[in-house]
């Protein structure tokens, strides 16, 4: 066995709430401590290609923790708690919180790749929403006969939604329709999860989701 797939020693310290209560705490400091503050938190956390090509890199990982507003914390924080608390189950504390942040960090960095070549230097990316798909997918990967109701009404199975709304995010990022999400940065949390799977446990995602 390589050192790459050697697998950690199984424990589970609920950290997906861990990650829940920092995002609330800080969503909560930039509601409540008053405007300066917020601006600080937001300058200094967010990633912003400028800074980060004046060494900001830092901002790579500590951008999963800032959200723009209440719908996008109450949702991002809702699907981690729906699928983190699964798939954090299956993994492991050690090996989920490995994958959040690689994954995470690394939508982060193939986002500032985006907009450095499309010379968006002043973007604010801020929210868990790379990580999220990462966690989405690994949910549906673990768990594909797992049904979900979309809406609390349409029943779709979890391959079929995760592959479904990464559908909806490519045709988003082609279309430059939604424009104010950062469509390529779900796309890569979702490729970058894939690849963690391949490489990381030998695992092929195509066949966990479609059974062939």
């Known amino acids: 066995m390589t050192i790459i797939r050697r697998p950690f020693r199984y424990v589970n310290y609920n950290a997906v709430y861990w990650l829940i209560g920092i995002n609330v705490l800080i969503f909560a400091a930039m509601r409540l401590l008053g405007e300066e503050f917020r601006y600080f938190l937001v300058t200094r956390m967010s990633m912003i290609p400028a800074l980060v090509m004046r060494g900001w890199v830092w901002t790579f990982v500590t951008y999963m923790f800032m959200h723009g507003g209440f719908s996008h914390i109450f949702f991002n924080m809702l ?22 942040f690689v994954t995470g960090a690394l939508a982060g960095v193939f ?21 999220l798909f990462a966690v989405e997918l690994a949910y549906a990967i673990f768990f594909p006969d797992s049904i979900l109701y979309i809406w609390g009404i349409l029943p779709l199975r979890a ?32 490729g970058f999860g894939w690849l963690y799977f391949k490489i990381r446990f030998g695992i092929s995602p195509w066949r966990r989701l479609t059974g062939r």
């Open 79 to 100: 699907g981690l708690f729906i699928f983190g608390i699964h798939v954090e189950r299956q993994m492991g504390s050690k090996e989920f919180l490995i994958y959040y």
């Open 111 to 131: 986002s500032f790749l985006v907009y450095y070549f499309t010379g968006n230097f002043g973007v604010f990316l801020m929210g868990a929403s790379g990580a």
């Open 159 to 190: 391959p079929v939604m995760v592959l479904g709304f990464t559908a909806l995010e490519l045709f988003f990022s082609i279309t430059g329709l939604n424009s104010g999400v950062a469509h390529f940065t779900h796309l890569a949390g979702f």
